[in-house]
């Protein structure tokens, strides 16, 4: 949203800054750090970081910060006054307990996607206990890890994900266009495509399929397929997705089985989006 110079508080804007200038790259910042960060003098940002801290969203040892707990006042009030995903949680519950794989809905905020809602499972996976012969001597219970990137809240790439191609691709041809416009795309994975001719690709692609899929793109291990969430007006308003093995998410597998049950829970949350 665009406003007047005369209404902008400055102050407030380069307090968000320094706020947002925490990640999960660099989670301890010291004032030169952030400065750095935040595009401030040091001074500005240690008197930002001092009163950041003051106020009890972050934590301090007088040399270096960090979060506090207290930040996610902010998320905690976004979730629960939200529409979307108080309106999702249901499909998504009701998608994770039919298929025992990992759902999540997502936003896209300028050059990264968050996931705002999520179900997921963590089931143990039954395994054949060998002896060193190759011998069954017994069942053992492996735990499926999930990705590490992929909680509530998480940022993660647009360029790169499932979910960033899909709501990419619901932008006309000139925003597109503007929002490549002198960008670069680093490598985040071996797999990760960075060349712009691959990306714009990939987005068409995405665009005349009406879904997407990306496999260990952002992280290794994930590998996940998305379709848009519209309205009734036909606007796109998130991405849904799911996270599963590179089996499932084979060419035959995925049309006679996932793709279906995305795309029917698309049709089911419309009205309500």
Request: glycine share 8%; with cysteine; proline share 3%.
């Amino acid at each position: 949203m665009a406003i007047a110079k005369a209404d902008l508080i400055e102050g407030m804007a380069k307090g968000m800054a320094v706020l947002e200038s925490f990640d999960t790259e660099r989670q301890r910042l010291n004032a030169t750090l952030a400065a750095q960060r935040a595009g401030l003098t040091r001074a500005a940002a240690r008197r930002h970081l001092l009163t950041l801290a003051h106020l009890g969203y972050l934590e301090t040892d007088g040399s270096y910060f960090w979060l506090a707990p207290k930040v996610l006042r902010f998320s905690g009030s976004y979730l629960g006054s939200a529409r979307l995903p108080r309106l999702s949680q249901p499909t998504l519950n009701r998608l994770a307990a039919q298929t025992q794989e990992s759902f999540s809905v997502v936003v896209r905020d300028s050059d990264e996607v968050v996931i705002v809602a999520r179900s997921g499972n963590d089931r143990a996976e039954a395994i054949n206990l060998l002896d060193g012969q190759g011998g069954m001597v017994g069942e053992g219970r492996r735990a499926r890890i999930l990705a590490y990137g992929l909680h509530l809240g998480a940022r993660l790439p647009a360029f790169a994900t499932s979910t960033g191609r899909v709501l990419l691709a619901s932008l006309n041809r000139t925003e597109f266009a503007a929002w490549m416009k002198g960008r670069g795309f680093h490598r985040l994975t071996a797999h990760t495509l960075t060349e712009a001719k691959a990306i714009r690709a990939v987005v068409a692609q995405a665009r005349a399929d009406d879904f997407c899929v990306t496999s260990e793109e952002h992280e290794i291990g994930v590998h996940a397929l998305a379709v848009p969430l519209r309205n009734l007006q036909g606007r796109t308003m998130a991405a849904l997705n799911v996270v599963t093995s590179p089996q499932r998410l084979q060419q035959e597998v995925m049309r006679r089985e996932l793709l279906p049950l995305l795309q029917e829970a698309a049709r089911e949350l419309r009205p309500l989006l």
